[in-house]
């Protein structure tokens, strides 16, 4: 009885939060004076390194870390067929708790290959915080490579025919996407939300997921062209889980995605693709994807210019077409803008990030902010927002480390 009454005195909190705080009226806007200082500075600068290049001497290859897949492919994939299905993925629901979307997914995909773990187990370690607002997917790798026997590996720029080959050979994929749920305030809206991509049919233009959330969600059919319109606003990225022995097999299923630059690249194209096939928000998501696609390849310039522009694009959607959680799953803009020198955009990022939301457990947003403040000089500010980004994630590495280079502890 105690628990229901908190649990609807917490609803009506949030719900007066949002009515008084719109978060889809709240925009961010580049300061476009800096941004073109920067770019005409660094364009400047790659011009003479261009001009002054020489020939270096070779350089020594390094062993790869640990995670990453160092087994060659086995064989050359076939074309999949009009349909398949993994048989005995088992089922696990995220209710009964807060934001239990990730450790329910990955349960579930680590159960089909007889992980004896359960999803608490999981929870307690990629989400000590309970109301953490997101587990990010390379989380969700790090736990799988470093806590069990499989292996895991996230790509993105997907497509359907990556998803029906590992299906049809016998993978479960888990997929990020966005979707659109009644969410604590009582409006719907756009979120991000897992899926565990188990089957497919061409005749019925369906995937089978399981999916967490929803009524019955032991045997949820999605449409192809529903699950492709919500994993674009995720950069369509996936992640596979796989016993060791069979590394080489799940590497030659993935072609030319088994080079994770090469992934980076693609999904770049298909951005950019997307940028001129689309309109509305999925025209924002294909710009935004441009630009996480090029952070990763570590194009920073190139990144924040397409950031730019996804958030100008932004603001002329209207209010119920803002995706404004988008921050809180994915954060290429911090990355982009903080190394080329824009450290007040990531700051007023970062604070409307935080700001819009009634529950700011976001322990990136807080860690990027410290690190811009540190560039600017404000050290009191940064181990401010360390120390409370440990606090809503115990443990978070980045910012463990950053606070004692402060010596905030």
């Known amino acids: 009885m105690r628990e229901s009454v908190f649990y609807r005195f917490d609803q009506l909190r949030i719900r007066v939060f949002y009515a008084l705080n719109p978060p889809e009226e709240a925009v961010f806007t580049p300061d476009e004076q800096v941004a073109n200082v920067v770019r005409a500075t660094l364009t400047q600068a790659a011009a003479q390194a261009t001009a002054t290049l020489t020939p270096t001497a070779t350089v020594t290859a390094t062993a790869l870390p640990p995670d990453v897949p160092t087994a060659t492919a086995t064989f050359t994939p076939a074309p999949p067929p009009e349909s398949a299905l993994v048989e005995n993925v088992p089922y696990v629901d995220q209710h009964y708790g807060f934001n239990n979307c990730a450790p329910a997914n990955l349960t579930m995909a680590l159960q089909f290959w007889n992980w004896g773990g359960t999803r608490e187990s999981v929870s307690e370690s990629i989400k000590p915080f309970a109301k953490d607002k997101n587990v990010m997917p390379y989380e969700l790798v790090d736990f799988v490579n470093s806590l069990t026997d499989l292996r895991a590996l996230m790509r993105v720029g997907g497509t359907p025919e990556t998803l029906k080959r590992l299906i049809s050979a016998g993978y479960p994929v888990i997929v ?107 025209q924002f998501f294909a710009l935004f994807n441009r630009g996480t696609s090029l952070q990763r390849l570590q194009d920073f310039n190139g990144a924040a210019q397409a950031f730019d522009e996804a958030f100008a694009f932004y603001a002329k959607l209207s209010g119920d077409q803002r995706p404004w959680r988008m921050l809180w799953y994915q954060t290429g803009p911090y990355f982009a803008y903080y190394y080329i020198g824009r450290y007040n955009d990531v700051i007023n990022l970062a604070d409307k990030t935080i700001n819009t939301a009634s529950e700011p457990y976001l322990e990136e947003s807080f860690y990027w902010r410290a690190m811009a403040k540190i560039q600017l000089g404000d050290q009191g500010g940064a181990v401010e927002d360390l120390k409370q980004s440990l606090e809503f994630h115990p443990g978070f590495i980045p910012s463990v480390v950053l606070l004692q280079q402060v010596g905030g502890q």
């Open 176 to 282: 990020e996407r966005g979707v659109y749920l009644r969410d604590l305030s009582g409006k719907v809206s756009w979120m991000g939300h897992y899926q565990v991509v188990y089957g497919y049919d061409d005749k019925a233009g369906q995937w089978q997921v399981k999916d967490s959330f929803e009524k019955g969600g032991d045997h949820f059919n999605v449409g192809y062209n529903e699950l492709i319109r919500g994993w674009r606003s995720f950069d369509y990225a996936f992640l596979v889980i796989y016993p060791p022995e069979n590394e080489g097999e799940v590497l030659g299923l993935l072609g030319s995605y088994a080079d994770e630059a090469n992934s980076n690249q693609i999904a770049a194209q298909i951005a950019s693709d997307e940028i001129a096939s689309t309109q509305g928000q999925d």
